[in-house]
């Protein structure tokens, strides 16, 4: 079992950064991979970013890639992604959340993974 909380997010203006923490605990969490993914109102949950805890891997939508990073804590087991130049079409909830699938093709799948945090709402005002 895995427990998955989330902190960070909130109300921010249009160019500016944020980040967003995920504190994992449980078992198994050295095999996972840690996903972000958020949902807009109306809109289907999407893929932002992800990362492995073994080695180095990260990945990203292309929506987010040049303006995100997702960083890691192998010792406290928290992940964390830094948005910056944030735009009006990044307000959604954001969630994280972990998978044991370790090939990238999966990581874009929402439905691959099994352990979500409870979301936090990032708010982008113009």
């Known amino acids: 079992q895995v427990h998955l909380v989330q902190s960070g997010g909130g109300l921010v203006q249009a160019g500016g950064s944020l980040r967003l923490s995920c504190a994992a605990s449980?078992?198994?969490?050295?095999?996972?991979?840690m996903g972000w993914f958020r949902q807009a109102p109306g809109k289907e949950r999407e893929f932002v970013a992800a990362?492995?805890?073994?080695?180095?891997?990260?990945y990203y939508a292309d929506s987010v890639k040049d303006r995100s990073i997702c960083s890691k804590d192998n010792t406290n087991y928290a992940v964390y992604l830094q948005m910056n130049n944030l735009k009006s079409e990044d307000t959604a909830v954001y969630y994280c959340?972990?998978?044991?699938?370790?090939?990238?093709?999966?990581?874009?799948?929402?439905?691959?993974?099994?352990?979500w945090g409870q979301g936090t709402q990032v708010t982008v005002s113009s």
């Open positions: 959340a972990a998978t044991y699938y370790t090939e990238r093709y999966f990581w874009e799948r929402s439905q691959m993974y099994t352990y």
């Open positions: 990362i492995a805890w073994s080695g180095d891997s990260t």
């Open positions: 449980g078992r198994g969490l050295s095999r996972e991979v």
